[in-house]
């Protein structure tokens, strides 16, 4: 990531509330914030939390070639969010459909326990998001926008 996470008042808040030093790092640098233009797939889901994922994601010869996401959430949501589309970048759609809440969880270090259903949420967006651009590429890049409600 390459970022110095400054020792001010939110970081030390969210070290004491169980997030680690690297979900945190997620959490401030915020990177793989934002959206794609004319993105091949995008997927939205709103979580039982009332946090919602959105994941725009452009796929090259069967590779995420880039992806970005946008969080309305707490910083667990957006730290996850942040990772999982870390992970995805530049992998295979086959190697993507292999990232689930332990590998996430892995990258993410640790999360508060009452947190876990955002890095779940994180995940359930990203997998819904490749199976909707399976479902729906029929060989064309053309934009397909899909919005799904989770409610568990």
């Known amino acids: 990531m390459g970022i110095d996470v400054l020792h001010d008042d939110a970081y030390k808040m969210l070290l004491e509330a169980g997030y680690s030093e690297k979900a945190i790092q997620y959490f401030h640098a ?53 990772a999982v589309i870390n992970l995805v970048k530049g992998k295979t759609l086959e190697q993507a459909r292999q990232i689930d809440i332990d590998v996430l969880y892995k990258e993410l270090e640790k999360l508060p326990d009452k947190k876990i259903h955002c890095a779940r949420l994180a995940v359930k967006t990203l997998q819904k998001t490749l199976e909707d651009y399976s479902k729906n590429n029929n060989g064309s890049h053309d934009r397909v926008v899909n919005e799904s409600w989770e409610r568990n």
């Open 30 to 82: 915020k990177e793989n914030i934002g959206t794609i233009e004319d993105a091949d797939q995008i997927t939205k889901i709103t979580g039982p939390c009332g946090d919602t994922i959105k994941i725009c994601l452009n796929v090259d010869d069967e590779k995420v070639s880039d992806a970005k996401i946008q969080v309305f959430g707490c910083p667990g949501a957006v730290a996850s969010g942040c």
